[in-house]
């Protein structure tokens, strides 16, 4: 599998997925911990012109940086329940577009997400464009590809872990959700969202409130803020400090 652009092939030589990597010979200071990576790692770097990473990026955005790497090892669901923590998991179901795959994933690793639960079929594949959209968390987050969304929803259930979908027309929104149980948060493909059958199979479904004149949100919108709801629900109550002062009076914009 090939990728490209700085952060994606960082984070994929810090997680040793890399096997082969091209770099410009135009000389760029970032490219110099990526070399360092790859030296440490003995990696096998091979300098080209912009034409000839233009043509391996398929004319992406590549930051004088192409990589070769072995895709990440597939998960089966159930390896996703396990672990210390409370599992916070996303299923997708149906996202179509690489860059909302990507955005996802990107955000799910920073909110400490279990792993990411994908559809193999009628769904946007591992591409280049979803890893590099991702800023490398596909390099870290565990993902588990399944056939069946509805399927892997009542794995899920089996195993302890509770289904909310991301609905519009939900009864409840996703404050009212305990999210600090072993939760799955299912988002639904562009346009359409959930499937009947998928949309059936969760647990409870939660819509997110909105108070402007449009009624949707971006996929990978909605799924950040439902992630980071559950990331608020289970940190420990903080007490903030009433007498804390701003770092400084004379910097405010007028």
């Known amino acids: 599998m090939v990728i490209y652009g700085l952060n994606p092939v960082l984070e994929a030589l810090r997680g040793g997925h890399v096997t082969a990597l091209t770099v410009s010979r135009r000389r760029q200071g970032r490219l ?18 912009p034409d000839e990473l233009n043509r391996l990026a398929s004319g992406g955005v590549h930051q004088g940086v192409v990589a070769t790497i072995r895709p990440p090892e597939p998960r089966a669901v159930r390896d996703l329940v396990e672990g210390g923590a409370p599992a916070l998991i996303v299923v997708l179901d149906g996202i179509e577009d690489p860059h909302n795959l990507g955005a996802i994933a990107r955000t799910a690793e920073a909110a ?3 792993g990411l639960v994908v559809p193999t079929r009628r769904a946007a594949p591992l591409t280049a464009a ?6 490398g968390a596909l390099a ?3 993902v588990a590809p399944v056939v069946n969304v509805a399927r892997a929803l009542a794995e899920l259930r089996s195993a302890g872990v509770w ?10 929104t996703i404050y009212e959700i305990d999210l600090r149980v072993p939760v799955a948060l299912v988002v639904g493909g562009e346009g359409r969202g959930l499937r009947h059958l998928v949309r059936e199979g ?7 409130p909105l108070a402007g004149r449009l009624d949707s949100l971006n ?7 439902a992630l980071f709801e559950a990331v608020r629900q289970r940190r420990p109550p903080s007490h903030p400090d009433r007498n804390a002062q701003p770092r400084s009076t004379s910097s405010r914009v007028r």
Do not use: F, M, Q, Y
């Open 32 to 49: 110099d911990e990526l070399l360092r990576l790859a030296e440490r790692g003995r990696v096998e770097v091979r300098r080209a012109e």
């Open 219 to 225: 996929a990978s919108v909605a799924a950040g803020i």
């Open 202 to 208: 969760c647990d409870w479904l939660a819509a997110l």
């Open 112 to 114: 400490g997400a279990s």
């Open 140 to 142: 870290h987050l565990p």
């Open 130 to 135: 979803a890893v590099k959209a991702s800023a």
């Open 163 to 172: 289904t909310v979908g991301l609905d519009a027309e939900a009864p409840r």
